[in-house]
């Protein structure tokens, strides 16, 4: 067999491997969507502490995201706030299942993202999570543009997100 009947193969082999996202468990990050650039998903502090949305980038706990690998779920990782460390991102089970909050950390699968990059966005990645793997984070273009929701994956820009290593 000629060596050039392998190179066909490896491509293949190579096209097929999932490529997944590494974190560093003691760092922590902000994430930005492509479309709200100077926005980053945040927590907000009404007392119950479980919704999320996008506001303003800025220095604050609830911006500040710590990314762990879910034990057992290859790909998969838990998203927590610093300002609330014992919950977690998760998806509403209600049905519609396209809503994000903060639950308290569970093995649930709402609560397991996939985070993989964007083809021909260096730099951005797509998050879907294990419950609804035919949806991803989007932001609901509004004009306010700081909803946070799950929508069926598109090639949109609000889908799009960055993540910055801050600390």
């Known amino acids: 067999m000629k060596s050039y009947f ?8 190579f096209l097929s491997q999932e490529v997944f996202a590494q974190f560093d468990v003691n760092a922590r990050y902000k994430l930005s969507p492509n479309f709200q650039p100077t926005k980053s998903l945040d927590v907000i502090n009404d007392g119950k502490n479980n919704t999320v949305w996008l506001d303003k980038t800025q220095n604050v ?15 998969y990782f838990r998203l927590s706030p610093d300002f609330q460390p014992t919950k977690s991102l998760d998806v509403i089970n209600d049905g519609k299942n396209n809503t994000v909050w903060l639950d ?28 609804q793997p035919t949806k991803s984070l989007d932001v609901i273009n509004d004009g306010k543009n700081n909803t946070v929701w799950l929508d069926k994956i598109q090639n949109v820009t609000g889908q799009f997100w960055k993540i910055t290593i801050i600390k």
């Not at 706990?61 to 790909?75: C, D, F, L, R, Y």
């Not at 649930?108 to 990059?117: A, D, E, N, S």
Request: hydrophobic fraction near 35%.
């Open 61 to 75: 706990t609830g911006q500040s995201w710590n990314i762990t690998p879910v034990e057992g779920k290859k790909g």
């Open 104 to 131: 308290k950390t569970q093995n649930v699968t709402g609560q397991f993202w996939k985070i993989t990059p964007v083809e021909g966005k260096q730099g951005y990645f797509r998050l879907s999570p294990y419950f």
């Open 6 to 13: 392998l190179i066909p193969i490896a491509v293949v082999l």
